[in-house]
């Protein structure tokens, strides 16, 4: 092994070398090292006969070259198969003893609900108080998660419609507006139907179909000669019992309203 002394000019120094190596790992693992630091203790003989000690690094050469390190061809049998030092860890045994430290109640302590078997207390239970999710306020609306707070429409305005570049006689409609792309309805949005909004002015004859329509847009859209069209909206399901009652709850009221209309006329004629 070539190795480089890098000294200063100074009195006559003796040095003892020790390149013993102290790695107890595996010879496939070894990479090599060019900056491998060996100390070196070093006496340098002064006039006086006083010793000092100082250490030098020695810069290794031989360990820029790759040296093609030999293992032993081991055959893989049932005999030599095992884990690698440290991967495996015994568990814990409980109730083997007070001096294996968990032997007597197994660290579940002596009495209680918790020390027995089964489910245990279930998440949030306070042991019959009044627990910590009833005991804070809730939010209303979409901040506190409740259904009432989320988003029944898509809303448009007509400022919006007007500075869109609908031509005289088109239709507004849920699809028109996508062509258009005043919306882009994601996720939940897809299945909202279209409410018109009043804010803004129309000057533009148009057709509005939509499910809904704000009082302000309505009295704008009429003054501007346009049609709107309500859209039907989805029925709620009902049971076949209800839907019949409900059926001959709005002919009764259909029925009384035509008499009532009736005796007005009657009693316009007769004045």
Request: net charge positive; proline share 7%; hydrophobic share 35%.
């Amino acid at each position: 092994m070539a190795t480089i002394l890098s000294l200063s000019p100074n009195p006559p120094i003796t040095a003892s070398v020790s390149l013993h190596s102290t790695f107890k790992g595996n010879l496939r693992n070894l990479r090599p090292n060019p900056f491998h630091i060996v100390p070196i203790r070093t006496r340098q003989q002064h006039p006086q006969n006083q010793q000092k000690t100082r250490s030098i690094v020695v810069v290794n050469q031989a360990a820029r070259t790759q040296v093609p390190v030999t293992a032993p061809n081991v055959r893989f049998r049932l005999d030599n198969l095992g884990p690698q030092p440290g991967s495996r860890k015994k568990a814990k045994r409980k109730g083997r003893g007070i001096s294996a430290g968990q032997g007597g109640s197994c660290g579940f302590g002596m009495r209680g609900q918790k020390s027995r078997s089964g489910p245990g207390v279930r998440k949030g239970f306070e042991g019959g108080q009044m627990p910590l999710y009833r005991r804070i306020p809730k939010l209303r609306g979409i901040a506190g998660g409740m259904h009432a707070g989320l988003p029944k429409y898509i809303p448009v305005n007509l400022k919006d419609i007007e500075t869109a570049g609908f031509q005289e006689g088109d239709e507004v409609s849920l699809e028109t507006l996508k062509e258009k792309g005043l919306i882009n309805p994601s996720g939940r949005e897809r299945k909202l139907p279209l409410k018109i909004l009043g804010d803004g002015e129309l000057n533009v004859k148009l057709n509005f179909k939509a499910r809904a329509f704000s009082t302000s847009a309505k009295e704008k859209i009429e003054a501007a000669g346009s049609s709107l069209t309500v859209l039907p909206g989805r029925k709620k399901w009902v049971k076949p019992s209800v839907a019949k009652n409900l059926a001959r709850a709005d002919e009764y009221f259909a029925k009384k309203r035509a008499a009532a209309a009736t005796t007005v006329e009657t009693m316009s004629v007769s004045a």
